[in-house]
Structures are given as C-alpha cells and as structure tokens.
C-alpha cells in the first residue's frame, strides 16, 4: 500500500510528524489504496493546529474556516490537512453545531461517514477501527456506527453512499440501505448544487445500478425521480421495477449519461433541468437526442444527422441508444458500414468550397444554399464526391435557375 502514496505527501507527512505532532493521511486515499488504485488527492489528519500547520509549511494556505483545514499545493498536487475535529449536533440536518478540535485520532475517525473512508495511515501503520479494511475487501458501504444517526445528522450522507457505490461498484450495507430509505426526507435540506454534483458523480459512476433499490423506494421521487414500472418481468409476474443497469454501457459523457438515466426513469427532462439548474443549450441537447430515439434510422438519415451539429459523436450516440434498446443495433452497424467506406457524411468532408463557388460566381447566402443542395447529392450518392462532378451539378443547377 505504501508504494501507491504520491512521495510529496509522505514527505509532508514526516515534515508534520518530526515536529512531535501526529499526523496521518485519512478518507478516500487510504481507501484507494487498498484497493490497489493510485490515490487522485489526499486528506491529512494531525494534532497540530492551524497556526502550527502554517509555520511549519509555509507554502500552504488557510482555507477551512471553522474546519481549521490547511490546503497545500505542489507542482499539480494538492492536499488538505485539517486538525483532528469532533463534531456536535445536527440541528438544520446538515452542518454541525459544534467543531471541537484537541481531540484524538481515535474521536476523529468515528466523526466520519463510512467505515471505508475512516481508516488512517502514518507511514507505517493502518488505523482502522471500524473495519473499514474488511468493508473494502467485502466491496460494501456501511456507516460508521448507527446508520439512522448519520443519516439523520446530514441529509448529504445519503447521496454520498450513493454516489460511493456506484462509483466503487460496492453494495450498500442492508442496514445502511434500509437507514437511507428511511430518512430520505433529510434530503431535502441539501442545497440543490450539491444534490445535483453528488447525483451526477453517481450517474456517471461505473455501477449506476447500485441506485435502484433507493429509487424503486420513492428516495427521489420529491425532486421527480421516480422508479417506474416495466410492464412484467420475464416469467409474467406483476410490474417490476425497472434498472439502471443499462446506464452502465452509456459512454460516461455528462450529457449522455444525464439523457439516458432521466430516459430509463421516464423522468420530466424539462422539469429536472430546470430544478438542478442546467443551462437551457443542455435540455435542448436532450431533445434532440429524445427526438433522434424515437426510431432507428435509414442510411441517409443516419448520414443527414452526422451532418448537422451533433453534442456527441454519432459513434457515442448510437452506442448510448444501444444500451436502451436493441433496435438501434441495426443503426450502429449500420454507421459502422458508413464510415469504413469513407462516405461523405458533412461540409467538411465535401469535395468543393464556398471559395470553389465563389469562382463559378455565386455570392452570399446563395453558397450556403448550393453547399447544402450539393452536400445532399452526396449523401444519397456518395461518388459524385469529386470537384469537377460537383461544379458541373452546380452549373446544371444554374441553368436550371434561369
């Protein structure tokens, strides 16, 4: 484990320790590097305060507040070191009532969520109290200490066991799972931003699916997701909820993913981007891939469609209409003939240009015109791609505009 470690973390670990304090690397680093994943970004613990933080490195910065959390940045790293805290009291069901700090690492790690983020590392030795090690090797999201407690402290708990397993593609502890159900109500003191970012990250996560149970429980269903019901299940039982397991073969591209997971819910596209605050251009987007899903294409609508201004590319959006529905296999194999034979599929790829018109004596919008009547010729018969083929076509059209 201690190989995975980036070397100017543990240099700043030592740096902290040789002063007499501890000092430990906590949260999601430890937990990736058990499971054998180079950590992205660090969080430290330590008994030092602030002030002492900030003299002994003197290239970081105060940027925790209350939190007493010091950023430190060094050549594209960055890690944040916060004084071992204990919190106290959840009154808006969010934010602690009290911070208290001079406590030990033991009171700071039984503040945490997850047992797999309250695990500690010196150096040397793993301090984990609360089996999080076990959890990590189980692939399972489980509290730290009575699950209704920590959801009930901070609504934003919830998302983020959600977020955690669809991500690390770990089951949500039964106990856990049941505590997020039940208070699923705290959710609504969470600041739609932050809903929205921790809900992202679990829709775009590897494991989506770890979502359903909470779903098909109505732990959404006031902000308008709702887990709807598919007509029967393969033995002809009564209406099942349906899955998000499709969503997991969507390229993990912001907007596709997005389309796909309100699509499989059948969700209110307009209503959810104007809730969670997404530009407008963004649900325009959503139409227009609603408008392309409603049935598979033909070869020169599927090459029409690659001509005009796609948010993705055809490629990711026939495999994002793929992983929704089997009918649109045709489409993707389809496309995938398209382009092997090198068909002209836009502007870009037509063999004359505006400035080609222009010396045929054409002007202003009348080249845009002729582009588009050329560009659809070649669409439906892709070898009269060739310049002297397209200025005789464009000749004849003028003779036929007189």
């Not at 009930?152 to 955690?164: M, P």
């Not at 009269?384 to 036929?400: E, R």
Request: with cysteine; net charge negative; proline share 5%.
């Amino acid at each position: 484990m201690k190989e995975l470690f980036d070397p100017r973390v543990t240099e700043v670990l030592r740096t902290v320790q040789d002063a007499g304090f501890a000092c430990v690397i906590v949260g999601g680093a430890v937990r990736d590097a058990l499971r054998g994943v180079r950590p992205g970004d660090y969080d430290l613990a330590c008994s030092a305060d602030p002030a002492q933080l900030l003299a002994l490195l003197p290239d970081a910065q105060a940027t925790g507040g209350e939190y007493g959390t010091v950023t430190l940045e060094r050549g594209g790293l960055r890690c944040e070191i916060t004084p071992f805290r204990a919190e106290g009291g959840y009154t808006d069901s969010r934010h602690p009532d009290e911070v208290r700090f001079g406590v030990s690492l033991a009171e700071d790690l039984a503040r945490r969520d997850f047992t797999v983020n309250a695990m500690a590392w010196d150096g040397k030795t793993l301090t984990d109290p609360f089996d999080g090690q076990g959890d990590v090797q189980r692939h399972c999201i489980r509290t730290v200490g009575d699950p209704l407690r920590r959801f009930n402290e901070d609504g934003l708990r919830i998302l983020r066991a959600l977020r955690f397993a669809s991500v690390l593609d770990y089951e949500l502890e039964p106990a856990t799972l049941a505590a997020a159900i039940s208070c699923r109500g705290s959710l609504r003191g969470v600041s739609l931003p932050r809903l929205r970012s921790e809900l992202q990250a679990a829709v775009l996560g590897s494991a989506p699916q770890r979502l359903d149970a909470f779903l098909a429980a109505g732990g959404l269903r006031w902000l308008g997701l709702r887990m709807p019901l598919t007509a029967a299940d393969t033995e002809g039982n009564a209406s099942v909820p349906c899955s998000l397991a499709p969503l997991a073969g969507v390229p993990c591209r912001m907007l596709l993913r997005w389309w796909a997971f309100l699509t499989l819910l059948d969700a209110d596209k307009k209503y959810l981007c104007g809730k969670l605050g997404f530009a407008d251009s963004f649900y325009r987007d959503m139409v227009l891939l609603d408008a392309y899903f409603a049935a598979p294409a033909d070869r020169i609508t599927l090459k029409r469609r690659a001509a005009k201004r796609l948010p993705v590319s055809m490629d990711e959006l026939l495999d994002t209409f793929c992983a929704l529905d089997a009918r649109f296999e045709a489409d993707r194999t389809l496309w995938q003939e398209i382009t092997a034979a090198g068909e002209p599929c836009g502007m870009d790829t037509l063999a004359i240009t505006g400035r080609d018109l222009l010396t045929l004596g054409l002007r202003g919008p009348a080249i845009g015109k002729r582009l588009q009547l050329l560009l659809e010729a070649v669409l439906a018969e892709p070898q009269l791609n060739n310049i002297d083929t397209l200025i005789a076509l464009s000749n004849a059209l003028d003779g036929l505009g007189r």
